[in-house]
């Protein structure tokens, strides 16, 4: 399972939209100017990040939760996405490499596109199963966050 905290902004019947827990610092960032990769992410964001997930707990809002998604899910969910469509596109040049490269081209968007397509099919039919959904795991104890908390800006300090 891959798991992170989130915060409970709004409940609906068997959901909750839910706001992820801010990034933390991994130690690689610059003393002055923090991390990079965090700013980048941030001047794309025009809102902040809200997921809808399932909720068997029957959290309300203003609660710190654990948000679970099962790994094989993550992992199947990135190959058919991502590694699917990539080697359509590949696989429809090489067929079309035996009549020019006009063709070639041709045909390897329209095996990409076909292959598109298919995966968002699939993944409409994919979005009922619970296997492949986000889900409240556990309620955070909020002592134990607000210790943490603590720690972060000592350590920072």
Not at 31 to 60: I, K, T, W
Not at 138 to 145: I, M
Request: charged residues 15%; hydrophobic residues 45%; positive net charge.
């Amino acid at each position: 399972m891959i798991e992170t905290e989130a915060r409970v902004l709004s409940v609906e019947p068997g959901f909750a939209w839910v706001a992820p827990r801010p990034h933390s610092p991994c130690g690689q960032c610059h003393p002055v100017h923090g991390c990079r990769s965090l700013q980048m992410a941030r001047l794309f964001a025009l809102r902040e990040p809200r997921f809808r997930v399932l909720d068997p707990l029957g959290v309300s809002p203003g609660q710190q939760v654990n948000i679970a998604v099962p790994e094989s899910g993550m992992l199947r969910s990135a190959g058919l996405l991502y590694g699917l469509p990539v080697l359509a596109l590949i696989a429809g040049a090489m067929l079309g490499s035996r009549y020019g490269d006009a063709i070639a081209a041709l045909l390897a968007l329209a095996c990409l596109l076909f292959t598109l397509g298919c995966v968002h099919v699939y993944a409409r039919r994919l979005a009922g199963d619970a296997r492949y959904q986000p889900h409240i795991a556990s309620l955070v104890d909020v002592q134990t966050v607000s210790m943490e908390f603590v720690k972060t800006c000592r350590s920072r300090s």
